[in-house]
C-alpha cells in the first residue's frame, strides 16, 4: 500500500479546513485508512468534527476509517528538543547539555519542530491517505522550504563548525535522508497532490497566482485548485446577489484561463456551517461530483 498525500493552502478564511475535512471524509467512507492533520496554529478541526483532537492523533467519531490530529506548535518544539537532547544526556556533561540547549532555543528550532512533525507523517505507511490542513500560504511556503534549506545546512555545517542551531551536526545527520525523501514526495505529482482554495475575488486569485509560483520553484506542482464560496445561481434573483455572481465567475474566468493545465473545481456556499459528517458528505457529493473540469 502506497500512502497518497494531498496538502491544502490558500488564505487565510477561504475555507481550507473545509475543503481538507471533506475531502478525508470522502475517503473515509471510500473505505480508506485516512488521517487528517492540521498544522495551522489556530487550528479548529476540534470545532468542525464537534469533539476534542488536539496534539494527538484521534478517532473521529462515528466513522471508522478516520483519525485528526491538531499539531500544537509549542508541544512539537518541546518534544523534538527532548528527541534531540536524550541522547546527548548519557554523553556530554552538564555544561556542553546546556550549550545545546541554548542551541535549541532559537526561532529556527521552532520552525524545523513543526516541519519535523510535519514529515513524520511522511514517513508512514499505516495510513492510505494522508491530508493537511496548512496554516496560510506564507507560513505553508516557509514550512516547505524547510527541507531544502536544512538539507544543504547540515551538511555544510558537517564540514565547518560541526554545530547548527538544532544542535551537534552529528546527531542530526541521519535526519538528512528523511528530509531528502519529504523533498521527493513533494515533488512527485504521483504520491502528493497539492491542493489551493481560493475565493472568486482579485486578492484571493492573486495570491493563489502567487503561491503556486513559488512552490513551482521548489520543485513542487500546484494539481489542482478549488474556487470557494460561490454564490448559488438560484439566490441570483436578489439583484445584489446576481451582481456579485457575475464578478464572481469573472474570476473563475481569469483562473480558468491562468491555471489551464491544473485541474479547477467550484464549490457553492451552503446555508448551514460545514460541521459534521453528515455536511461534509453534502459537501463531498458537489465536490466529488460533477464539478471538476478536465474530467
Same mark, same amino acid.
Given at each position: ?119 513524520? #507523517? ?157 455536511? #461534509? ?15
Amino acid at each position: 500500500m502506497e500512502t497518497k498525500f494531498i496538502l491544502f493552502s490558500g488564505k487565510g478564511g477561504v475555507g481550507k479546513t473545509s475543503m481538507a475535512s471533506t475531502t478525508a471524509v470522502h475517503y473515509a467512507d471510500e473505505g480508506k485508512k485516512t488521517l487528517i492533520v492540521t498544522t495551522d496554529p489556530a487550528a479548529n478541526l476540534s470545532d468542525v468534527f464537534q469533539q476534542e483532537i488536539g496534539h494527538r492523533i484521534t478517532k473521529i467519531e462515528g466513522l471508522d476509517n478516520l483519525f485528526a490530529m491538531e499539531i500544537d506548535p509549542d508541544k512539537a518544539t518541546d518534544e523534538y528538543k527532548e528527541r534531540s537532547l536524550a541522547p546527548m544526556r548519557e554523553l556530554f556533561d552538564e555544561d556542553l547539555i546546556k550549550v545545546a540547549e541554548e542551541q535549541l532555543s532559537g526561532p529556527c528550532t521552532e520552525e524545523m519542530a513543526a516541519f519535523d512533525k510535519f514529515i513524520d #507523517f511522511m514517513d508512514t505507511d499505516e495510513y492510505e491517505v494522508v491530508i493537511f490542513d496548512t496554516a496560510p500560504t506564507g507560513h505553508t511556503i516557509r514550512l516547505l522550504e524547510l527541507p531544502v534549506d536544512w538539507s544543504k545546512h547540515i551538511e555544510e555545517s558537517a564540514k565547518g563548525s560541526g554545530q547548527t542551531c538544532m544542535g551537534p551536526v552529528a546527531l542530526i545527520e541521519d535526519s538528512k535522508k528523511k528530509y531528502d525523501d519529504a523533498i521527493s514526495k513533494l515533488r512527485d505529482f504521483h504520491k502528493t497532490d497539492f491542493v489551493f482554495v481560493m475565493q472568486p475575488e482579485e486578492t484571493s486569485l492573486e495570491e493563489t497566482i502567487r503561491s503556486s509560483n513559488d512552490l513551482q520553484e521548489l520543485g513542487i506542482k500546484t494539481t489542482r485548485v478549488i474556487i470557494n464560496g460561490l454564490i448559488p445561481k438560484e439566490e441570483t434573483i436578489n439583484p445584489f446577489f446576481k451582481k456579485k455572481h457575475e464578478r464572481q465567475l469573472n474570476y473563475v474566468e481569469k483562473a480558468n484561463s491562468i491555471f489551464n493545465s491544473i485541474k479547477i473545481q467550484t464549490m457553492e456556499l451552503f446555508d448551514a456551517e460545514l460541521k459534521g459528517l453528515e455536511m #461534509f458528505r453534502k459537501c463531498g457529493s458537489k465536490l466529488f461530483v460533477g464539478s471538476d473540469k478536465n474530467e
